[in-house]
T-cell receptor, first 114, second 113 residues
Framework: DAGVTQSPTHLIKTRGQHVTLRCSPI?????VSWYQQVLGQGPQFIFQ???????GRGNFPDRFSARQFPNYSSELNVNALLLGDSALYLC?????????????FGSGTRLTVV | AQSVTQLGSHVSVSEGALVLLRCNYS??????LFWYVQYPNQGLQLLLK??????LVKGINGFEAEFKKSETSFHLTKPSAHMSDAAEYFC???????????FGTGTSLTVIP
């Protein structure tokens, strides 16, 4: 079975540009969360979606947005990129909302802003 | 508010020696606690989790952790280190709502042959 799939794996963007990151959860999983992992730090929560609705949002500016589609895949969008947005962006999926179901992480998208 | 502190950003052990990675948490509600491992250029893999059942939790690859409420700790141990254990380890805490995890800053484990 396929795990959590993220695309692209790497990309380089220029300051001020926009970026869209994509995530396909494990088949049957309806909850998707996004995390930002800056080099040398632990992941920081950005968003959680469950059944296509936003269920949680971390302390990130409005430049960050996300959505979940009817097939439960998800996109993370970042506008007006800053150098500080350079990070590994991780997507995690779960059968349902709630930690008892366990979250499976993808391998991430490495974003470099120059 | 939830938070996690991982003492020691780098830990080195000899192959076959005991592995001990420290994690202390802060939580205003009974916590759910997790350990994840991250290999270079990969995502996070769940090692084990505590969800208010047994205080000694056994995970994959021979790892285990003990929840100690009085010490607000959830240290990760493995009796005998293997070269393949070299990786970054993250402790995380979650509230009962399960909306998000709060991760520590990670501990890089080096195993010396």
């Amino acid at each position: 079975d396929a795990g959590v799939t993220q695309s692209p794996t790497h990309l380089i963007k220029t300051r001020g540009q926009h970026v869209t990151l994509r995530c396909s959860p494990i088949s049957g999983h309806k909850s998707v969360s996004w995390y930002q992992q800056v080099l040398g730090q632990g992941p920081q929560f950005i968003f959680q979606y469950y059944e296509k609705e936003e269920r949680g949002r971390g302390n990130f500016p409005d430049r960050f947005s996300a959505r979940q589609f009817p097939n439960y895949s998800s996109e993370l969008n970042v506008n007006a990129l800053l150098l500080g947005d350079s990070a590994l962006y991780l997507c995690a999926s779960s059968l349902r909302q709630g930690e008892n179901y366990g979250y499976t992480f993808g391998s991430g998208t490495r974003l470099t802003v120059v | 508010a939830q938070s996690v502190t991982q003492l020691g950003s780098h830990v080195s052990v000899s192959e076959g020696a005991l592995v001990l990675l420290r994690c202390n948490y802060s939580s205003s509600v009974p916590p759910y606690l997790f350990w994840y491992v991250q290999y270079p250029n990969q995502g996070l893999q769940l090692l084990l989790k505590y969800t208010s059942a047994a205080t000694l939790v056994k995970g994959i690859n021979g790892f285990e952790a003990e929840f100690k409420k009085s010490e607000t700790s959830f240290h990760l141990t493995k009796p005998s280190a293997h070269m393949s254990d070299a990786a970054e380890y993250f402790c995380a805490v979650s509230e009962g709502t399960g909306n998000q995890f709060y991760f520590g800053t990670g501990t890089s484990l080096t195993v010396i042959p």
